[in-house]
């Protein structure tokens, strides 16, 4: 390093008295460029309504995000898989690097230690899974879904995980068999249930114990309207036990009162239907039904065996389910002769020479509407421009105070038979002017007289 002459060295005290003022100023300039340069990067301080207004803009965006992604997941859904849609080639990924070290936003890069390190651009997209979406004027409608255990309620009873699962894969169908089925499980919750320390029975055992069961339950399929009027009976006995009777007393008459309800609404009911229904089967009759029903084969087994009628019987089938195959050779079997049919294809041709249309409901609603498996309404309105009388069986509760005049109102969508483009609904809903007797154990009303059963089954309580 070379040094200057002495002679040419600068020395402090023979500067002139003006050069430590710029230089001062000089500092000072700097130090107010500094601060003005570092003002910016510190955030404003935001009044109330400018936060507010800001918390309302970040919500908006991130609704717009998740709004974007389902619209992408769907439009993967509905397209075929191709190998575009699966992911990009390997070719196309050594392409998409190199480009990405040109325009120096690479999304891999290799570190020191060779492992990648991933950058903080924007991710690759993953293809979600191909499922089909509702949509949206029918998200209202539920579907059965297969929940597992793990993502269950710890406090689920074994036996209602049990029962969920057979719900969700239509094991258990039937609504008064899913009912009995609720019930009973239900029986065994209140066995294994002790009251905690400083609670009632009264006061702890609906909110801690029965709602998680019933959540599971309708997570996994929607509850029919049966189980709806079962489990708000079923709380009301639980809120009148007299917080001073022992608890196995009160478990006690929860587990009878629970015996007679199944004994009195779902037994005994099925039983007098059966009878009634049966009386209305002549000899020479051609009886249609429609699918398979648990009381509709009990009622034509006792019409031919206990009554002793001579029929015949056609059953046209569900083309989807193919459950009227049951009921065409279990009546076969006991030697009723039986004409079967997989779909409703000449269905109007079918309607010649029958005599009586018998149909079960899942529900019949208030203003006499008919909530049963989807087809009912076809085969009724059929029946009907032919004037051959349409039966409905049904169970008491399996009534519900609300009113439908639609389809669409109140039912559920078929998990297995959906797709992107269209999805099948399980139900549909009958007009009460397609109808001509609902016969239940309070006795064999018109469809318009269905709240008069309502009444009757009010009194009785």
Excluded at 166 to 188: C, G, V, Y
Excluded at 202 to 220: E, F, G, S
Excluded at 297 to 310: H, V
Aim: charged share 25%; aromatic share 6%; hydrophobic share 35%.
């Amino acid at each position: 390093m070379s040094t200057a002459p002495n002679g040419s060295a600068p020395e402090p005290a023979s500067q002139p008295a003006g050069k430590p003022e710029k230089a001062q100023v000089s500092a000072n300039n700097d130090k107010n460029a500094k601060n003005e340069s570092s003002e910016p990067s510190k955030p404003a301080k935001l009044s109330g309504a400018e936060l507010k207004a800001k918390a309302k803009a970040e919500k908006a965006a991130r609704r717009a995000q998740a709004k974007a992604s389902k619209e992408v997941a769907k439009g993967e859904a509905a397209v075929s898989s191709t190998p575009g849609q699966l992911g990009p080639s390997a070719g196309e990924v050594k392409g998409g690097k190199a480009k990405g070290k040109q325009d120096g936003g690479a999304s891999t890069a290799q570190g020191a230690a060779g492992r990648p390190v991933v950058s903080k651009g924007p991710a690759p997209s993953v293809p979600a899974e191909p499922k089909f979406t509702i949509p949206e004027c029918f998200s209202h409608l539920s579907m059965a879904r297969r929940l597992p255990i793990t993502q269950a309620d710890k406090d689920v009873h074994p036996t209602v995980l049990a029962l969920g699962q057979q719900m969700a894969t239509f094991t258990i169908d039937e609504s008064i068999t899913r009912l009995k089925a609720t019930l009973l499980a239900f029986k065994k919750v209140i066995d294994s249930y002790t009251t905690p320390p400083g609670n009632t029975l009264a006061r702890h055992l609906t909110p801690h114990v029965l709602n998680p069961q019933i959540d599971y339950l309708t997570a996994c399929r929607p509850m029919c309207f049966s189980m709806g009027n079962a489990i708000r009976w079923l709380k009301l006995q639980v809120s009148k036990i007299d917080p001073d009777v022992p608890e196995l007393e009160a478990k006690k008459q929860l587990c009878t009162s629970i015996d007679t309800f199944i004994q009195e609404r779902i037994s005994m009911a099925d039983l007098v239907i059966t009878e009634k229904a049966a009386e209305k089967i002549q000899d020479g009759d051609v009886v249609l039904t429609f699918g398979w029903s648990t009381i509709i084969e009990r009622t034509l087994l006792q019409a031919y065996l206990i009554t002793e009628r001579k029929f015949s019987v056609i059953v046209v089938d569900d083309p989807y389910e193919k459950k009227g195959q049951v009921l065409a050779k279990n009546l076969t079997t006991q030697g009723i002769r039986v004409s079967y049919y997989g779909d409703f294809g000449g269905l109007r041709w079918h309607l010649k020479g029958v005599t009586k249309v018998l149909v079960s409901a899942e529900s019949m609603f208030n203003n006499g509407s008919m909530y049963a498996r989807s087809g009912t309404c076809d085969l009724a309105i059929a029946a009907k421009q032919l004037d051959i009388p349409v039966l409905v069986l049904c169970e008491t509760v399996n009534i519900t105070e609300r009113v439908s005049t639609d389809s669409l109102t109140y039912n559920e969508i078929d998990p297995e038979r959906s797709s992107g483009a269209a999805f099948r609904l399980l139900y549909d809903t009958t007009p009460d002017k397609y109808l001509s007797l609902v016969i239940s154990e309070l006795g064999t009303v018109q469809p318009t007289s269905v709240p008069d059963l309502l009444r009757k089954l009010e009194e009785s309580n």
